[in-house]
Nanobody, 126 residues
């Protein structure tokens, strides 16, 4: 079992920066990849960024490429998402899932992720 707790979400203005954190506990040694997804009201859950746990390979959605940066700290069992140049369309609860599957090819889909946190709300006002 892996437990995940997100934090850092808040109300900001367009153009601002924000840093989200996700603290993992439990069997973190079984994790292969972690990610950030978001889900705006009335929309499907959307991939934002992912990072492999052991080698820190990173992946980004086109919508956040160049503005967001994902990182991980294995010693602290945390994953962070640095979000710059925020836009109103970035508004959503942000979730930090983890996958214990060695097949990380579908990092952009929520299906492989077997553990999810409760989410942290990011609101960007125009």
């Amino acid at each position: 079992q892996v437990q995940l707790v997100e934090s850092g979400g808040e109300l900001v203005q367009a153009g601002d920066s924000l840093r989200l954190s996700c603290a993992a506990s439990g069997r973190t040694d079984t994790m292969y990849i972690m990610a950030w997804f978001r889900q705006a009201p009335g929309k499907e859950r959307e991939f934002a960024a992912a990072i492999t746990w052991n080698y820190a390979f990173t992946y980004y959605a086109d919508s956040v490429q160049g503005r967001f940066a994902i990182s991980r700290d294995k010693a602290k069992n945390t994953v962070s998402l640095q979000m710059n140049s925020l836009k109103p369309e970035d508004t959503a609860p942000y979730y930090c899932p983890a996958s214990t599957s060695p097949n990380t090819g579908m990092y952009y889909s929520p299906i492989p992720y077997d553990y999810w946190g409760q989410g942290t709300q990011v609101t960007v006002s125009s």
